[in-house]
């Protein structure tokens, strides 16, 4: 039997007492739980915990130092992991008519290597049809402290999209 992940929950920055890590947002724009993606797997939490992010603009940046492990679904999805082995995937929900190699404009295809703030991918897709759902889901966070996603807005590289907590303080 498939054991679904926990929902991550909004608390204010202000709020997360013994914040341990903040991880870095990949995208810019309005964050939601992960149940509001589109991709039932995502959704439903089975890959890992996670939230998703309604973006305007399809660009997908390192939210870490670390290795690029894999590139999916025509450069909308990639599998990073950090340097202190924290693996992540980074998905952008494009339709398909808009990941043709034409709109592709910046990709990160034969890396392997990342760096914070790097560009992964940028999709030039006209504005009318650029609002998207991105996610990011931790892969192997089984064993971290809560988490929360500390912000309902976010800028990517610069805002965090996770916090991670210490479980209680003594």
């Given amino acids: 039997m498939i054991e679904l992940s926990p929902t991550i929950q909004y608390r204010p920055i202000s709020q997360i007492a013994n914040p341990i890590a903040h991880i870095p947002s990949p995208f810019t724009g309005k964050v939601f739980p992960l149940s509001a993606h589109s991709n039932a797997v995502i959704a439903s939490g089975a890959l890992g915990i996670g939230v998703c992010v309604q973006v305007r603009v399809p660009l997908l940046l390192s939210p870490c130092h670390g290795q690029l492990l894999q590139t ?14 924290l693996k ?74 996770i916090t991670i907590a210490r479980a209680c303080a003594l």
């Fill in 72 to 85: 999916r679904r025509n450069g909308c999805e990639y599998i990073v992991q950090a340097n202190n082995g």
């Fill in 88 to 161: 992540m995937l980074l998905s952008l929900d494009i339709s398909s008519e808009f990941t043709k190699p034409e709109y592709l404009k910046a990709n990160s295809f034969g890396k392997s290597k990342v760096a914070l703030g790097e560009p992964l991918c940028f999709y030039d897709v006209p504005l009318s049809e650029a609002k998207t759902m991105a996610a990011i889901v931790l892969l192997n966070a089984q064993k971290l402290g809560a988490c929360y996603y500390p912000l309902k807005q976010v800028t990517a590289a610069k805002e965090p999209i």
